[in-house]
């Protein structure tokens, strides 16, 4: 990390009477536990206090990690309030911030931290890195450069996000991100504790990804797999429903999984795009997302007959 980012952005944390941090709607274990890591961060080396908002749901194997209950719905805030430092935290593409990009755009100044490629930031300060496997390696690594303190609590956070972006190194691109956790584990991280920890789904859930599962269609020969989670099964859904992309994604000639949601109340359709080989992040960008190579994500307003033709058309396309 450049030197003078650094310093920069530690004399926006001293100046800043205010500070809010927030990720990608729908946040998953990186973009949760990276917040809450960089929050307990700047609490203990320049006692300042940030507001950690979020959009969307949390997933339900986040309920028990440290420092959970400081997460506020953006909805429990008041929509015109104006920080004087805004982080925004592995959101990925502007449009994945959801109701938080409020926030964002009434910030006096906005630092970012992200492992997504994206030509469009939305900080004046940018610490991004598509070549990391997680942004909290990139936490990581600014606490390395700055030499700040840590805590349990900190440790604890960074193992969980990189275990939970990487599907436990299985995506690892590097070797880093493991050199990273052995040296959070040999700080006090006990992966035991922290794997087990994420263990931790209602019944309710977990039986209705299993539905969503069961009724996925298969296109291409088989080489597409598609699924889709109704507006009322939204409601249990636990996260972005990387479970049901997970497992579709074992079957044998599966290259290209799609998951279609029904955003709640709203005409809003989520895609969550994955692949084993190929690349799928252009299809992400033709509605309007974006991702890495091989996941990425869009949300579009639509009918969900509308979508679910498009993606079809757009993968028999390529």
């Given amino acids: 990390m450049k030197k003078e980012y650094i310093e920069l952005f530690i004399e926006k944390i001293k100046t800043a009477k205010s500070i809010a941090i927030a990720g990608h709607k729908n946040p998953d274990g990186d973009s949760v536990c990276s917040s809450l890591a960089l929050m307990k961060l700047l609490d203990l080396n320049f006692n300042k206090k940030a507001t950690v908002i979020y959009d969307g749901n949390i997933p339900q194997e986040l309920e028990n990690i440290p420092l959970r209950d400081d997460l506020i719905y953006y909805a429990n805030l008041q929509q015109d309030l104006k920080y004087d430092l805004f982080i925004a935290v592995d959101y990925g593409t502007k449009n994945h911030l959801g109701n938080v990009e409020v926030f964002v755009n009434n910030s006096d100044y906005v630092v970012e931290f992200d ?16 070549e990391r496997d997680s942004t909290g390696q990139l936490i990581y690594d600014f606490i390395q450069s700055a030499n700040l303190k840590t805590n349990q609590d900190i440790i604890d956070l960074l193992t969980l996000s990189i275990i939970s972006d990487t599907g436990s190194f299985k ?3 590097t070797g880093e ?5 052995a040296d959070l584990v040999d700080s006090g991280a006990d992966m035991t504790q922290l794997v087990n920890l994420l263990n931790n789904k ?7 990804e299993s539905r969503v599962v069961s009724n996925a269609e298969f296109h291409m020969r088989g080489r597409l797999a598609l699924a889709i989670i109704n507006r009322e099964d939204y409601k249990k859904l636990d996260g972005r429903g990387d479970v049901v992309l997970n497992l579709l994604a074992q079957i044998h000639n599966v290259e290209y999984v799609v998951l279609l949601k029904e955003h709640g109340d709203t005409n809003q359709i989520g895609l969550s795009f994955r692949s084993r080989h190929n690349p799928i992040n252009k299809i992400a960008e033709s ?19 509308n979508v679910h033709d498009s993606v079809i058309k757009a993968f028999k396309g390529m």
């Fill in 115 to 130: 492992h997504h490629y994206n030509d469009d930031v939305v900080g004046s300060l940018c610490f991004d890195d598509p």
């Fill in 171 to 173: 995506f690892a691109k």
């Fill in 177 to 181: 991100p493991l050199r990273v956790v």
């Fill in 202 to 208: 209602k019944k309710k859930t977990v039986l209705m």
């Fill in 287 to 305: 509605f309007g997302g974006g991702g890495h190579l091989c996941a990425a994500g869009a949300v579009v307003e639509d009918t969900l007959e």
